[in-house]
């Protein structure tokens, strides 16, 4: 897959297939502009993953652990199956992940 196109997807639009491994698909439902910014939330963690592990730094890396999971979780790739959850339940989900994540980042 090149670095500009979108990544295959299964026929029911619930994962994308990335050298040749399924991972759940971001929830289509999300506002582009909310799931811009949890991409950018999630990468953030990713790399203080990355800080703290290099640092040897346990409970940094916890940390950002965490923040990785609750952005994947609200962008719909973890935790219940956004395609199992109604509409509002959906629209909570991210709307309380980017509310609690710009509240860390803002700490």
């Known amino acids: 897959m090149e670095a500009h196109q979108s990544p295959e997807r299964t026929p029911d639009g619930h994962f994308v297939v990335i050298r040749g491994r399924k991972w759940r698909a971001t929830d289509p439902s999300t506002p582009e502009e909310t799931a811009a910014r949890l ?3 999630l990468m ?3 790399r203080a993953v990355r800080s703290a592990t290099t640092a040897g730094d346990a409970q940094a890396e916890r940390a950002a ?4 999971n609750r952005a994947k979780v609200a962008l719909g790739e973890r935790g219940t199956p956004w395609w199992d959850q109604p509409e509002d339940e959906r629209r909570r989900r991210w709307e309380q992940g980017l509310a609690r ?3 860390e980042t803002q700490s």
């Open 44 to 46: 953030s963690a990713r």
């Open 65 to 68: 652990r965490a923040r990785v």
């Open 101 to 103: 994540l710009d509240a």
């Open 39 to 41: 991409r950018r939330h």
